[in-house]
């Protein structure tokens, strides 16, 4: 009679619990895997077109990204690792070492994603760095999935016919999703000129909120430094709160009002000067008080020169083209989570943010010259064409621009913008 004991049956590497964490893992894979067609379908279109495609929708679905890529952490690395605990001394080496692999690239992939979000310690403002780390961000999901494929052909055979559906309709449903967003964009909008004599334009739909215009506070929450020299400076004490353009703009309010019996002609004057009153409306009344209006203390704000996306021509007399930057969601949100949030938006995807607000042309001579070239036209004066200051055309004729013959007697470099010596 034999006494060799009976071969037990080997455990199962995926037991039941196991394999419903794996279940949680693949669906929200599955929608990541939408929701990242889709971005990455925005994010082509617009290298294409070379048009700012991030909508309002854009955004929520880069917020639903983070969140889905947060809430799949756990589960991934826990699966992965009870997984190989269970699968690592088992002799079907090929499958083991396809599943290492595997978990190492989820590993990257989970990292890469937390590197970009930015969170508080984990910051990345090195632009070379980053761009590697969306790279890898980028490139680890096809990994992932090649060598998923690869581990599941070397266990069990592979449903192909169910793994097929589910593919095809995750690329359907990412496909669409683009499609969805191309196909009901807003037309770009009309511009008028509104606030004439100015040569201002805005969107035809009407002008910058003024509850957008006037944020700076917002603006210093991240840029304290910059707001602090902003409080100093001649751009924040240019309107109503400088005693000298006080008195000089109430008596041309005066003198236009006893004229024409009404002040339009010195948004002129407001449209460089006075942002907020004019573009509130306030500045129109005659009756207007600067000193019940806060507003009036306001000065050129932050989004006065950000908020600029296009240059009419080089005349001045403010021939810019004042728009609505695109807000991140939950943009001027009082609850604390939803500010949270937002912040956190615009640190994981600050490039966004800078488009919209600091344009190349902010750094251009031709940006200065709208408001700092002027000339008085006989709709304010019921005389003529007059010239006022002008600066641009100063520095045009200056050696320093390298725009003069004699320009080679001057620095070594021309500078190529007013801002590379008032505001370095």
């Not at 929520?60 to 699968?87: E, S």
């Not at 006080?246 to 006075?274: N, P, Y």
């Not at 994981?348 to 001579?365: F, N, R």
């Amino acid at each position: 009679m034999s006494t060799t004991e009976p071969l037990r049956p080997r455990s199962p590497v995926v037991t039941p619990a196991l394999r419903r964490l794996l279940a949680t893992v693949l669906v929200l894979f599955g929608l990541l895997a939408v929701n990242s067609l889709y971005l990455v379908g925005i994010s082509g279109a617009e290298s294409l077109t070379g048009r700012n495609l991030q909508t309002p929708g854009y955004l929520y679905m880069f917020l639903a990204h983070l969140g889905l890529g947060l809430l799949i952490v756990v589960p991934a690395l826990a699966f992965g690792a009870l997984h190989l605990r269970r699968a690592f001394r088992l002799p079907n080496r090929y499958a083991v070492r396809a599943g290492i692999a595997l978990y190492v690239v989820v590993v990257l992939l989970i990292l890469s994603g937390l590197l970009l979000t930015r969170f508080e310690g984990l910051e990345i403002d090195d632009q070379r760095v980053r761009a590697v780390a969306y790279w890898i961000h980028v490139l680890t999901p096809l990994a992932a999935i090649w060598l998923f494929v690869l581990h599941r052909l070397a266990g069990p055979s592979l449903n192909w016919r169910s793994g097929l559906v589910w593919s095809t309709g995750t690329l359907a449903l990412g496909a669409g999703a683009v499609a969805l967003h191309l196909a009901t964009l807003e037309p770009e909008p009309g511009w008028v000129r509104g606030f004439e004599p100015a040569l201002v334009q805005q969107p035809a739909s009407g002008p910058l909120p003024v509850a957008r215009l006037n944020s700076d506070a917002v603006c210093a929450e991240c840029h304290a430094d910059i707001a602090e020299r902003h409080k100093a400076s001649v751009h924040r004490l240019s309107s109503f709160n400088n005693p000298a353009y006080r008195a000089s703009i109430d008596e041309t309010r005066r003198v236009l009002l006893e004229r024409d019996g009404k002040v339009a002609a010195a948004r002129l004057c407001a449209s460089c000067h006075d942002p907020v009153p004019l573009y509130s409306g306030r500045f129109d009344d005659p009756a207007y008080d600067p000193d019940s209006d806060p507003g009036s203390r306001a000065g050129i704000t932050c989004m006065t020169c950000h908020a600029v996306d296009a240059i009419g021509s080089p005349r001045g007399n403010a021939d810019y083209r004042l728009s609505d930057p695109p807000p991140y969601p939950f943009d001027g949100a009082d609850n604390p989570l939803l500010k949270t949030l937002n912040r956190q938006l615009i640190r994981a995807k600050p490039e966004l943010h800078k488009q919209s607000l600091l344009k190349p042309l902010h750094k251009s001579a031709e940006f200065c010259s709208t408001c700092h070239k002027v000339h008085l036209p006989e709709a304010l004066n019921h005389y003529r064409w007059l010239r006022g200051q002008n600066h641009y055309d100063s520095f045009l004729m200056s050696g320093v621009s390298g725009h003069r013959v004699d320009s080679f007697y001057y620095p070594p470099k021309a500078k190529a913008g007013c801002a590379d010596c008032h505001m370095p």
